[in-house]
């Protein structure tokens, strides 16, 4: 690399001189009493092509087609005539500052990970698809030369592979849609899932789950100004919910999401996706029912009865007489608080139903006055 090119014939100023040391001033072609024919070159033989120092333009070091290594990633292949650069590690120099790399010592051009293109392409060589690379593990043992620019596609190769891809894709019948059942299979038994094959299963497998919510899940994110993140967060949690799935096509339990956070799963954004296509089916229990179930225990079971009548039509509404509007959790939460101590002492005084209570008895028993009456 570090051999000068040879000066130039002073007859052509083109062709570089027949020889350096011997000194020859001339090209064979300007020799005088030529034109000679050049020796075959000393290096391959070859006829044709001979360059100076009786070597032809490929084995002669100062020549433009003399091969060597990439500079920047010490990969093999680069012509002298390209300054020792490969293509990436051109734009590397334009984007990367001179440092040191912090895993191979070198000084060169080191990226925003502080590796240099060597250790930065041997860490993407074991990438796996949707990780981080690992330039720690992966360059501890040394580093693996490879061909120079062959890392990316120059030739368009894979482009237009991509391109027939698609476009065969597209001939393909259409993957079978999602059939929704109302039923669910029980299982006999249930082995816990590996966590990594989860995972590794939600990065790769096509999913008819979000096949299915993706118009909804689009529309959805554009309506209410979803970043791509956020939106990319909920698909990839519908595909882990696609997995984790026992059979498809049944409706995803609210539990079931929940749980899904252990791998990484974004809750509240996929819960309103999924009640969006009707595939949710809501168990959370609510605070106040948990609350409404601490107060009437150790109620008379006709007390029970009617006070979860009463607490259902005030949760869900009712559209028989007597009509009733749902109410807000907030609300029912005030009711209960305040007629719960009523209850009680009812109960404490022998009463086992509602219809024993009079009037007057409601009024007795209500604060002379205040908020909580
Ligand atoms: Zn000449
Ligand atoms: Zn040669
Ligand atoms: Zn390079
Ligand atoms: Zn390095």
Redesign the pocket.
Known sequence: MSTPPPLKCIACRVNPVAWTKPRVDFCYACLPGGPFTPPPCRGCGSTDAYFSQGRCERCHPGAPLYMGSCRGCLAWGIYRRHSWLCWTCRWWRGHYPVGT?A??D?TTYINGAG??R??WENARRFQQPGRGVNLEDTNRHGQQLFLANLQYDTTGTYRRRLARERHERGRRPAEAPLTVTGWRQLMLFRMPPGHGAVKRRALTQDSPLLRHCLPVLSEHAERHGWSKRQTNAVAHTLKLLDVLQDFPGTRIRASDVLASTRYGATVVSTLEILAEVELLEDDRVLAVERYFDTHITGLPSGMTEQLRLWFDTMLHGSDKTPRRRARHVETIHMHILGMAPLWQTWAAQGHTSFAEISTDDVIRALPVKGTNR
């Open positions: 790399c895993y191979c070198r590796a240099c060597l250790c």
